[in-house]
């Protein structure tokens, strides 16, 4: 039988140029998938290896600190040489640098490739004494995070008495009552928000503030003047309301030591009075006073102290 009785043909010379030149091509593009698919089984095994290798923390760069040093920052941080950049957990490393070194707030940091971190932050100040018993008082900011714990009150700082905490940890704010989802720590909220008043308003020389009846907060103010302020409903309106008063009444020369009392909404009036007949500074005087002796104002020559804030006395100066 032959070829062409059979079905089949012999290819022509041309055809089978053709036909082979299909199968080279089949053959190249296998072959380059194989390489693509090589390649990149040994790129996804090697990255890793070369980042760990070359993406580690060699620098840090820290700005903000006076109080602490360098090496304390990075120490504190919780991020050695040489770990890994891209799996450095820097929200982990904000909050132990503010737990480990209470003076820092405010703490940021951030990634510089290939091999740096910059830590940025501020630092924070005493402001307030809460009073612990036993003769110790938790030292802390406006916050009400506890830079210290202290048997001594530093001068100019603010003694808040009435309520006792029930947990006082460096780095931490204080704990009063042990919150849950239903009730906050109120006293927390309630001494947070007087703060935020007295710094609202801009007020200074606050010698003591007493919380212990939540619907009578009082203030003293230079040693001098009682400030009843009632519930903390509106309680930064109240206090500049007082302020006001007391200025009006010390530029009439009318008001050396007295009560002024802002405990209803949108009134306060003054009444001076002796101290010896003021039971909010008898009290003072007896339990506090000497602990803030060197926070007592000056006097200028005519005896006259200096104003009630910081602004006032700026204008004075002028």
Sequence with gaps: MDRETSGQRRLTPEERAIRNRRLKRKRLFRLSVVIAAFVLLISIILSPIIIFAVLRVKNFTVDGASKYTNEQVIAASGIKYGKSLVFADLDE???????TLPFATEVKLTKKLPNG??????????????????????????????LEISGEIPAG????????????????????????????DRTLELLKMISKAIKSVGVEDIDLIDVS???NIH?????????????????????????????????LNRLKTGIVTSTILGQAYCNPADEEDIEELIEYKEKYAHLKAENIPSADENGEETSVNSEENSKNEE
């Design 213 to 215: 009846s939540r619907s």
């Design 93 to 99: 490393a904000e909050q132990l640098i503010e737990k």
């Design 157 to 184: 700082v603010t003694l808040i008495t009435g309520a006792v905490p029930l947990k006082a940890e460096a780095g931490s704010e204080l704990v009063f009552t042990v919150e849950t989802e239903e009730q906050a």
């Design 219 to 251: 203030m003293i103010f230079r040693e001098r003047i009682v400030i009843r302020l009632g519930d903390s409903v509106e309680l930064e309106k109240r206090l500049s309301l007082a302020l006001r008063a007391i200025k009006e009444e010390e530029s």
């Design 117 to 146: 971190i910059v830590i940025r932050l501020t630092e924070t100040s005493v402001l307030y004494a809460v009073e612990m018993g036993s003769g110790m008082y938790a030292l802390t900011n406006g916050d009400m995070k506890v």
